[in-house]
């Protein structure tokens, strides 16, 4: 997995490139948390990510209730047909903020 990350004066933007799973949900996980707090607002693109597990989904609701206790936002953007079809069934567009 591939991680690029924009940012201007409010918001961190991490685009991810490849395969949100077991093996690289840690990675991505310390990546966010290690630049949260210098920003308001988390936007992680998904136009590049491939595949999702659950593993990747519990990382984001850990990485969403960490930003919303910090006061912060989180929104996912440019998220392909199959994963939102995946967070639908999940019943995950209720809980996390889909662009």
């Known amino acids: 997995m591939d991680i690029n990350r ?3 004066e409010t918001t961190l933007e991490i685009a991810f490139v490849g ?3 077991r093996k690289t949900a840690s990675l991505v996980e310390t990546e966010i948390q290690k630049s949260i707090n210098n920003f308001t607002k988390l936007a ?3 136009e590049k990510l491939e ?3 659950s593993d990747g989904v519990q ?3 850990n990485i969403r209730n960490k930003v919303n206790r910090r006061g912060k936002k989180m929104v ?3 998220v392909k047909e199959e994963i939102i079809k995946f967070f639908i069934v999940s019943g995950l ?3 996390l ?3």
């Open 6 to 8: 924009t940012a201007n």
């Open 19 to 21: 395969r949100l799973d």
């Open 44 to 46: 992680l693109n998904f």
């Open 51 to 53: 595949y999702i597990s």
């Open 59 to 61: 990382i984001l609701l």
């Open 76 to 78: 996912i953007r440019n």
């Open 93 to 95: 567009t209720g809980i």
């Open 97 to 99: 903020k889909i662009e």
